[in-house]
């Protein structure tokens, strides 16, 4: 059985010299395997290198050692061989829909962008309309601009945009942080119905840990740039055996429990 | 000690926020969560004189037996470094870059005390140590850029205690913040609190954050404040359709065995999203998202007091019937 995408050994450092020692990767040796249709969560403290992973993981950051395979074959070769081919089944969502969609262009641009750089054709109209529809969003939008339209509908319209070279794999890095709240739980119900619906893996890069534990089966934990612990996501999220996980849940779960450990602590004094 | 009645801030024919009523008692620690573009900053801002120029402010809010509405900035800028103190959102911006922290603070207490000298010194390297800065003597001659987001925070926890305020502000002082510093601040502030008997208005977007801390909290959702309780009830049991909507929609991590129940299960949705100022519905601000919502709510709905010295502002409260 191979896996879809395979990690091992993995070294990464951003600029090739810094600090001249070997000491400082950004990321050392890390290794995982997501199966087709596999869901991973990435999970671990700003900085520790979560989008720097799922950079590799879709090529847009070449490792500095250690194997990086897709579908079998080195992500090296695909990228030498067939570029377009592996950037299509390989697609990305940022946190951030107003800064990861050009201001400038109508929704119709932004989502046409994709296929026509990487199948080099322009989408028919009933295409785009579908696109949209499948995020739950009207054809009427396709001539607006980013200005106009919600955080909610801009993430969509990334979602849609990422979907529309029909990848295998989705990565999400922290693909509702910026949306408000009440709005956060209709992109993440959607991204689950559409992973079911197509057939997809998702990689999710998140702080939300109740999201991990809806949306993946399987969670890596990065600290620092290294794998500090790696399960099913109900294992690690439930029973802890890394002390910086633990410390990860107990922060994340619910502040307010927190509270209670500080004032069981102040009554002890 | 802070009693805030129909305090109406505006820009232009905007209203922006419209607070009916909210009291701090002294040492009393309230929270105030909403999302973004709820008016949470505006609010704290205007309450300690800092909102945008082009704002105006009418109704009351009285502070230790005075009337901050309507006083000139200087005045109001003596209340504020004297007996409030603000802890802003965003920590690299308001600190200034080209001066050490330690004489940053430093300044802070020449303008709003009577110390002198040496004795201020002294103080900055208390306040440090008092909010848990590691080798205050270094950190003092550091620049912003020297210094961790986490520090730069104590640092301006510091600035903001200087001059012991009877009643500090804090607009999501964690929110840049990483989640295991997070705890660290929110600890912190609460421990502050509590030494001090300073009173605390905490805003935040995160209720679990502002449950940590206060002991009573206010939501707010299109300006308006739509409930209060004590931060228990309100978690547990939320009386506004919005509050209970919101808490549904943002589920915390189970502990221990239920996680294994969650894989794949979807998340509670409230419809639509919310409107940009200036665009919410008549009556009930929520109405148009609301799935309790009668044709009652397009008036302004009451504000009905309960258990404490909580209210609800809502025409069919979670558990009363008629809302379907
Ligand atoms: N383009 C870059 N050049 C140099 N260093 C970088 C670059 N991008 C990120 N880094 C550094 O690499 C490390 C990992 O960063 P990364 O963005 O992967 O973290 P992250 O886990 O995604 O954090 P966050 O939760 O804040 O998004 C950090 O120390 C960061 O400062
Ligand atoms: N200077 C300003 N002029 C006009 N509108 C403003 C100004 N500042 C904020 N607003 C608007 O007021 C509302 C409340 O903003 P704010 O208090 O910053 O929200 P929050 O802090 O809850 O995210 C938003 O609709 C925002 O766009
Ligand atoms: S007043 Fe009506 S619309 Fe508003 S929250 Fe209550 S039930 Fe819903
Ligand atoms: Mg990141
Ligand atoms: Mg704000």
């Known amino acids: 059985m191979t896996a879809l995408v395979e990690v091992g050994g993995l070294h990464f450092r951003y600029g090739s010299s810094r600090r001249g020692t070997g000491q400082d990767w950004t990321l050392a040796d890390i290794s995982l395997a997501l199966p087709a249709r596999g869901t991973l969560g990435i999970v671990g403290e700003s900085g520790s290198g979560k989008s720097t992973l799922i950079r590799l993981m879709c090529g847009l950051l070449r490792p500095d050692r250690g194997a990086l395979s897709f579908d079998g074959r080195p992500v090296t070769d695909w990228l030498a061989t067939d570029r377009r081919a592996f950037l299509a089944r390989n697609q990305i969502v940022f946190q951030n829909p107003r800064r990861s969609l050009d201001p400038r262009m109508t929704v119709a641009r932004a989502l046409a962008e994709p296929v026509r750089s990487l199948e080099s054709r322009q989408p028919t109209d009933a295409e785009l309309a579908a696109s949209l529809a499948r995020v739950g969003l009207q054809a009427e939008v396709l001539g607006r601009y980013p200005h106009q339209l919600s955080g909610g509908q801009l993430q969509r319209v990334a979602i849609a945009r990422a979907l529309s070279v029909r990848p295998a794999v989705l990565y999400a890095d922290e693909p509702t942080s910026a949306l408000d709240v009440s709005v956060q739980a209709q992109v993440l119900n959607l991204l689950m119905d559409l992973r079911e619906d197509l057939g997809l893996a998702l990689v999710m890069v998140t702080h939300n840990l109740a999201v991990v534990a809806r949306l993946t089966e399987h969670v890596i934990v990065l600290h620092r740039g290294r794998v500090v612990e790696a399960g099913p996501t109900h294992r690690v999220l439930g029973s802890p055996e890394n002390p910086y996980t633990a410390a990860l849940v107990a922060a994340a779960a619910d502040v307010s429990l927190a509270r209670a450990g500080w004032d069981e602590a102040e009554e002890r004094r | ?324």
């Open chain 2, 1 to 324: 000690m802070l009693t805030i009645r129909d305090l109406r801030v505006s820009v232009g024919p905007l209203e922006l926020v419209h607070i009916e009523r909210l009291d701090i008692a002294q040492g009393r620690r309230v929270g105030l969560v909403g999302e973004s573009g709820s008016g949470k900053s505006i609010t704290a801002m205007s309450i300690a004189g800092l909102q945008p120029r082009e704002a105006r402010l009418a109704g009351s809010v009285r502070f230790e037996d005075r009337e901050l509405v309507g006083l000139s900035d200087a005045a109001m800028a003596k209340v504020r470094g004297a007996r409030i103190g603000f802890i802003p959102q965003d920590p690299t911006r308001a600190l200034n870059p080209t001066t050490r922290v330690g004489p940053q603070v430093a300044e802070a207490l020449r303008l709003n005390t009577d110390l002198g000298g040496a004795a201020i010194r002294a103080r900055v390297l208390e306040l440090f140590a008092q909010v848990r800065l590691p080798e205050p003597e270094v950190l003092y001659q550091r620049y912003p850029h020297q210094i961790s987001g986490g520090q730069q925070q104590r640092v301006l926890i510091a600035m903001a205690i200087a001059a012991r305020p009877q009643l500090l502000i804090a607009d999501e002082p964690t929110t840049a913040l990483d989640v295991t510093v997070q705890n660290e601040i929110l600890r912190l502030i609460l421990d502050l609190s509590r030494a001090q008997r300073m009173a605390l208005l905490f805003v935040s977007h995160e209720l679990g954050v502002v449950r940590a801390v206060c002991d009573d909290i206010g939501v707010i959702y299109g300006g308006r404040m739509v409930e209060l309780a004590s931060a228990g009830a309100l978690a547990e049991t939320p009386r506004h359709r919005y509050t209970a909507a919101l808490i549904g929609a943002n589920p915390g991590l189970p502990g221990g065995d239920e996680i294994a129940a969650m894989t794949g299960r979807r998340f509670a949705v409230i419809e639509g999203s919310v409107p940009a100022a200036g665009r919410f519905p008549a009556g009930c601000r929520f109405r148009n998202r609301c799935r309790h919502a009668t044709a009652a709510c397009a008036e302004d709905p009451p504000i009905t007091p309960q258990g404490g010295n909580g209210w609800v502002k809502c025409w069919h409260p979670v558990g009363t019937e008629a809302g379907r």
